[in-house]
């Protein structure tokens, strides 16, 4: 299927759509490895094995929500580690954009409404296909968006912690409408990365962050709980935590927990 995105745009085409697959990151990435090029896009109504950050489930039932995948260029290692948190930035500003509803980002790249959870973002480093030059990197970026599920329709886990959509603005929202919407947000933040304005970027980021700002509980893979307020954003998209007695840490990968 030919995509709708103008050709001026570097993301959004080609496009490919799907029923149900295992994951959009995973079809993304097998079509790189077959030739796939910068900008290839992949959408599905469902998936049967949605991840999400840190090896999590991400549920994925299908017909009511957003599933799809970038085959995106890396740069430096700062550059590849910012590529989540800028789309974070434009998951939230599309979804600002199609419903008036303020979506803003827990750190690094969790979008909510009202505190809770309504998309995530996981990016994915791939080896590219032999007739590429080793020198060029790629990145899978997989977003996944709460659109039209019942929060009641989710495991009860999830009620306290989990929203959509639907939830806010009272009826069904069209999700090729919000897809348009977030390549054009995402293909925005990625010219601006790719013309060096990271301080531009960095400074978008703050102003939609929930995070900074607030006392936080960074909770690692291995190792004891560190708590502080969130202080700002590195250039690299660390976290930068203020302890007691006025220290710093730097937080580079954690699941963050905001305390009342």
Not at 27 to 56: C, F, H, I, P, S
Not at 72 to 78: K, N, S
């Amino acid at each position: 299927m030919q995509s709708a995105y103008h050709q001026s745009m570097i993301l959004g085409h080609p496009i490919h759509r799907y029923e149900e697959v295992t994951s959009t990151n995973l079809v993304a990435a097998d079509l790189l490895r077959n030739g796939a090029t910068e900008g290839t896009l992949v959408v599905a109504d469902g998936q049967t094995q949605g991840r999400g950050r840190l090896g999590r489930e991400w549920i994925s039932p299908t017909g009511v929500n957003l599933y799809c995948s970038y085959i995106l260029r890396a740069g430096d290692a700062e550059w590849i580690s910012w590529i989540p948190l800028m789309a974070s930035m434009a998951v939230a500003a599309a979804i600002t954009g199609a419903t008036r509803v303020n979506a803003r980002i827990k750190w690094p790249n969790d979008v909510l409404i009202d505190g809770k959870k309504v998309a995530g973002v996981l990016a994915e480093t791939v080896s590219p296909p032999q007739s590429i030059s080793d020198a060029v990197q790629f990145v899978i970026l997989g977003i996944g968006v709460n659109v039209n599920i019942p929060v009641s329709s989710l495991p009860e886990s999830l009620h306290a912690t989990t929203t959509s959509l639907m939830e806010h603005v009272g009826d069904d929202l069209d999700r090729d409408q919000l897809l348009t919407g977030l390549t054009t947000e995402l293909d925005v933040q990625y010219r601006k990365y790719w013309e060096g304005q990271r301080l531009e970027i960095v400074r978008e980021y703050l102003a939609m962050s929930d995070t900074i700002g607030k006392k936080v509980v960074a909770h690692f893979p291995v190792g004891s709980p560190m708590e502080g307020w969130a202080d700002g954003i590195e250039l690299d998209g660390s976290l930068r935590l203020r302890r007691g007695q006025g220290g710093l840490s730097t937080i580079h990968s954690a699941d963050i927990v905001h305390l009342r």
